[in-house]
């Protein structure tokens, strides 16, 4: 059976760092592409990092510099690396791999 639990999600001041995994079960991260999404109160879940099979990582722009998306060598963990948190990176944040998404961790950027 295919599960994905996140965790490391936390309150954080701003300009704070917090680093979530994705760890996976049931299969190895090795053969699909990765996706980190968040979803702030009331806005529509977005894409924030995406790391392909071929080990390309791209990042949307409000995040690109901050956040560093990385999978353990075993291939049954990801990471999502957030540096200098701003109140906006506030939501919940879900990994998605191979179309199954985890139950998502809180993050808070708040002072």
């Known amino acids: 059976q295919v599960q994905l639990v996140e965790s490391g999600g936390a309150l954080v001041q701003p300009g704070g760092s917090l680093r979530l995994s994705c760890a996976a079960s049931g299969f190895t991260l090795d053969y699909y592409a990765i996706g980190w999404f968040r979803q702030a109160p009331g806005k529509q879940r977005e894409l924030v990092a995406s790391?392909?099979?071929?080990?390309?990582?791209d990042y949307a722009d409000s995040v690109k510099g901050r956040f560093t998306v990385a999978r353990t060598s075993n291939g049954y963990t990801v990471f999502l690396q957030m540096y200098s948190l701003k109140p906006e990176d506030t939501g919940v944040y879900y990994c998605n791999i191979g179309g199954a998404w985890g139950q998502g961790t809180q993050v808070t950027v708040s002072s």
């Open positions: 790391l392909t099979k071929g080990g390309r990582k």
